[in-house]
């Protein structure tokens, strides 16, 4: 029975689906369920297709991700780096948590506390004037750190994990919008040549999802990391109410 979701086919994403074998069902471009997760209704219509597929699952891993130091923004006129790092993941997590089984597994595959809170004013979490630099991509880390908190916060009955896996060698960089092609290449060479092997990085997030061990803040190798005092106390529940009204025409 493939009780599994794992957002991402490719990276980590797809080496966590290959350590769960049969148990995983992929959402992402090259899925099993295909799906562009940058859109919000491409992903809500993969959440349908996943329900009629599965009664219920086991845990929810959210892998997949992108890394871009330029705002970008979608058909839907949502900041694409934001949609797929973090609004997806919520969206999806919202309309499936009533399919995860008692005691079932959150895993979103983050940065688990290494980024200071740069989401700016939430009603503007779409950055319509645009931006640069690292705020594009650490905002929809930071934005994953609350949504596991709170998260936890408010479904007891699921077990929410937040993984930081370190540099690992996935084409991230390679495929990077905003960052000059030789700093991209040099990035690129860098993760090479010290990143962990994806199917090393996948050993945290496979077991949370799979082993029953304590949900939490976790880095490689099932290391256990202390919740920041700026994810405890931050903006969560702004964050969550600003979610809702953005995904508010794809929610059930």
Known sequence: MRDVLVTGS???GGAVAAALGERALTVGRGGMVRADLSLLSETARATDEVAARQPSLSAIV?????FTLRAEHTAEGLERAFVLNYLSRYL???RLLP???PGGRVVLVASAGRYRDTLG??????L???GRGLRIAGRTQFACDLFAVELAERSPEAAVSCVFPGPVRTRVFRDATGVPALVRLLLDAVQRRVGTDPARAAGTPVALAVDGREPGFYGLGCVRLPVPERVVAGRRRELWDA??????????
């Open 62 to 66: 959210c892998c997949a991700g992108v």
């Open 10 to 12: 490719s990276g980590i």
């Open 92 to 94: 999806l997590v919202r």
């Open 121 to 126: 004013p939430m009603d503007d979490l779409n």
């Open 128 to 130: 319509r004037r645009g």
């Open 243 to 252: 979610s809702e009204n953005l995904v508010r025409n794809w929610l059930r």
């Open 99 to 101: 399919l995860l089984r």
